[in-house]
């Protein structure tokens, strides 16, 4: 046990210190350290059942706050953290295993911390999420909107907002994707009007394919590890339908809204 608490300590006494970082993105664990001590936090990746050597570590005096990107190591699954007092050799004093959303550790008294998901994370208050405007401004009759949100890995697949005529509606991401605050997903939509002459906003085949379902509905996907997305996949039941949906090409937004104009 000594001799596997040295090697733990050495490796964490050379590994990098990673540079300050303020809002996290899907790539970025932000630390704070509220333990009223100096902390050393190491990163392994989630998949080893060993951890001797970690991908990364920083050092936090006590009240600061810093940042890991553990894009920087090619890892973005599933992870684990373990942290330190500093010393000499180390002192160990706590082991976790996070989820991959995990995006901000929060250091407490005696080693242990606590997590919080990227989607809780706040994006500060002059900037507010980001969000995608659905308006109705050409059309006399109310349209119709399913929206396919793609980010990390995941697609999900939400509907339907009803946009009457002259009117907007504005959906934050966050709320119905695994997309932060801070963040805009890949967008892409599929819509319809009623009446003796519908119009239909839709893709092609070879665009991206999702399940609708009828009334208020919520389809997600993963992707395995190491494969794509299966869009659309398992679509069954009464009332389900594989349609394909457009690219959202409005471009990169500037500020917090991207708008979708029917």
């Known amino acids: 046990m000594r001799i596997v608490r040295l090697l733990l300590g050495l490796a964490a006494l050379f590994a990098p210190v990673m540079a300050h970082g303020q809002v996290p993105n899907d790539a970025k664990v932000e630390i704070r350290n509220t333990s009223g001590e100096a902390r050393r936090v190491c990163f392994y990746k989630g998949h080893a059942d060993i951890n001797l050597a970690p991908d990364g570590c920083v050092m936090l005096a006590a009240g600061e706050t810093r940042s890991y990107d ?72 109310s349209v119709w909107v399913v929206l396919a949100l793609r980010h990390a890995g995941r697609l999900t697949a939400n509907g339907y907002w009803e946009v009457k005529p002259g009117a907007c509606i504005n959906v934050p991401f966050h709320r119905y994707s695994n997309a932060p605050q801070t963040v805009f997903p890949e967008v892409f939509y599929w819509a319809r009007t009623y009446g003796d002459t519908p119009l239909y906003w839709s893709g092609k085949p070879g665009d991206v394919a999702i399940c609708k379902q009828r009334g208020e509905f919520r389809n997600e996907w993963r992707a395995p590890a190491g494969q794509e997305v299966e869009e659309g996949a398992e679509c069954a039941g009464e009332g389900s339908e594989l349609v394909f949906t457009r690219r959202h090409t409005a471009g990169t937004p500037q500020g917090r809204t991207t708008r979708l104009t029917f």
């Open 70 to 141: 553990r894009g920087a190591a090619g890892d973005r699954g599933a992870f684990k953290v373990k942290v330190f007092k500093p010393a000499l050799f180390d002192q160990y004093l706590y082991a976790r295993k996070l989820p991959a959303d995990a995006g901000r550790l929060l250091l407490k008294e005696r080693g242990g911390f606590s997590f919080v998901r990227y989607r809780n994370i706040a994006p500060p208050p002059e900037q507010g999420p980001r969000q995608i405007s659905l308006c109705n401004a050409n059309q006399p009759q």
